[in-house]
Nanobody
Framework: QVQLVESGGGLVQAGGSLRLSCAAS????????MGWFRQAPGKEREFVAA????????NHGDSVKGRFTISRDNAKNTVYLQMNSLNPEDTAVYYC????????????????????WGQGTQVTVSS
């Protein structure tokens, strides 16, 4: 069982930056591929970014590529999402998720792969 707690959301002006954090409980953090997803009102959940167990491989969604960066610190049981050049279309609830995978370099973009989810943190970007 893994519990995930996101933090770092808030209100920011267009062009600004935020860094989201997701702290995981338990001793097996390094066995999980970690991902960030987001969901805006009236829209489906969207893949944002994912990172492999070791952090050696990442994948970012097309809409955030070049602006957002996922990273992790296995010693701190934490995954991060650095968000730069934010625009109003980035407004959503951002969710952290964990997928227990066997491969060291597995990076999943599919929500159904993920076993555990955080409660979400709101990010609002004003124009």
């Amino acid at each position: 069982q893994v519990q995930l707690v996101e933090s770092g959301g808030g209100l920011v002006q267009a062009g600004g930056s935020l860094r989201l954090s997701c702290a995981a409980s338990g001793r097996t953090f390094s066995t999980y591929c970690m991902g960030w997803f987001r969901q805006a009102p009236g829209k489906e959940r969207e893949f944002v970014a994912a990172i492999s167990r070791t952090g050696d491989r990442t994948n970012h969604g097309d809409s955030v590529k070049g602006r957002f960066t996922i990273s992790r610190d296995n010693a701190k049981n934490t995954v991060y999402l650095q968000m730069n050049s934010l625009n109003p279309e980035d407004t959503a609830v951002y969710y952290c998720a964990a997928a227990q995978v066997h491969g060291w370099l597995v990076v999943s973009t599919t929500p159904t792969t993920y076993d555990y989810w955080g409660q979400g943190t709101q990010v609002t970007v004003s124009s």
